[in-house]
């Protein structure tokens, strides 16, 4: 393998498992959904990220990047998600997952985590996440080589990074499913529910705080 590819999977890597809004959705969706819904949030997360890395490969990435008007009101957009996911959390009841327990709770009317839901939930926080186009603005470029066609080489680089989150999505899912078969209690529930609205909201905070007062 060449040389500099390894070194775009490798710092690929690094930035896939580094906790942020993706990959707490990712967790906190492994232990709602179970194993029935392992794929769930990586998939969407290789769409989400599949559209931003086209965006980034074409000038209209690079203008977004280059135009503080227009990066702040996407940046302000991608906070209000956030707030929102938060919101969605806090409001979610504590789920039993065990299995006598989860048929009760469905009788008693109590919110299912569809493959569905958790998919296009992962597809909406990756798609709004307006970071990720500067991410890989700056990440591209030093692999791109100019003696050759542009756009192979973005295609390529771009389908790498999609897949790396996929694996990587896949693995923090697949331990919080297998997890959530040891705390499927209510409890651990409602402060799972509690905390990831709390990081999503921290997650807010930060990301206003990056686009307006950050110097």
Known sequence: ????????????FVACVTPGS??????????RGGMKCVLA??????LGCSLMSALSATG????????PAAYSVLQVVSA???????FQSWRTGALD?????????LRSGQERFTFRKIFWGAVVLQASNIMLIVF????????????????PQAVMLSALFVLV???????????????????????FSFWLNRISAVLFWLLAVSVIWNAFFKS
């Open 60 to 67: 209209l990435g690079a203008l977004i990047a280059n135009s």
């Open 136 to 151: 890989l603005l700056s990440l591209m470029p030093p692999f791109i080589r100019t003696d050759q066609a542009y756009l």
């Open 22 to 31: 993706g990959v707490l959705y990712t967790i906190a969706s492994g232990f």
């Open 97 to 105: 997952l065990s299995n006598s327990a989860a048929r009760e709770g």
């Open 41 to 46: 949030s990586p998939l969407g997360t290789c």
């Open 165 to 187: 989150c996929f694996v990587v999505h896949l693995g923090y899912s697949w331990i919080a499913a297998a997890g959530a078969k040891r705390l499927a209690g209510p409890k």
């Open 1 to 12: 393998m060449d040389k500099s590819i390894a070194l775009y999977l490798f710092v690929s």
């Open 80 to 86: 209000l998600v956030l707030v929102w996911f938060g």
